[in-house]
């Protein structure tokens, strides 16, 4: 098995170079074992008719914290469920965060949730999310050596 910083590091190149990522403006800002913030200004076509943040960016802020935090391990894992909640409206021009933290890991399952907060503090979301974990190492760890 790699190296904790090895991990964190073929990690995060591979957010930067993730096209969805980039579309959506999102940015790992902090990585660690079973854990992971991701960064997302809500931009104005991001907004429903409502002229409130889509849910569906608001659930890829959430998957990609969701996403990185599982991976940290250095296995791959994907998700099984992801059950989500929407508190509050997020409006254009708010900063979000989303704070994505393992609850539990056993062999082949690993549970998480993700909050997401405006640069206010706001509790936007909450999402309680179930990942299965393959044997394989991550793919892309051999471009970090």
């Not at 990942?131 to 793919?139: A, G, H, Q």
Request: charge should be negative.
């Amino acid at each position: 098995m790699e190296s904790k910083d090895k991990i964190f590091d073929a990690i995060i190149k591979q957010v930067r170079a993730e096209p969805y990522a980039k579309k959506m403006g999102m940015e790992l800002i902090e990585l660690d074992e079973g854990y992971s913030k991701v960064k997302m200004a809500f931009k104005e076509d991001m907004e429903n008719i409502f002229g409130m943040a889509h849910g569906g960016a608001i659930f890829s802020l959430i998957d990609e914290a969701f996403e990185t935090a599982a991976n940290s391990h250095g296995t791959t894992a994907v998700a099984l469920s992801m059950n989500i909640t929407y508190i509050k409206p997020a409006s254009a021009g708010d900063v979000l965060y989303a704070e994505a933290k393992e609850v539990s890991r056993s062999g082949r399952i690993g549970t998480y949730t993700i909050k997401v907060e405006n640069d206010s503090g706001n509790l936007i979301a909450i999402c309680q999310a179930l990942v299965y974990r393959k044997k394989d190492e991550l793919p892309f760890l051999d471009l970090a050596r």
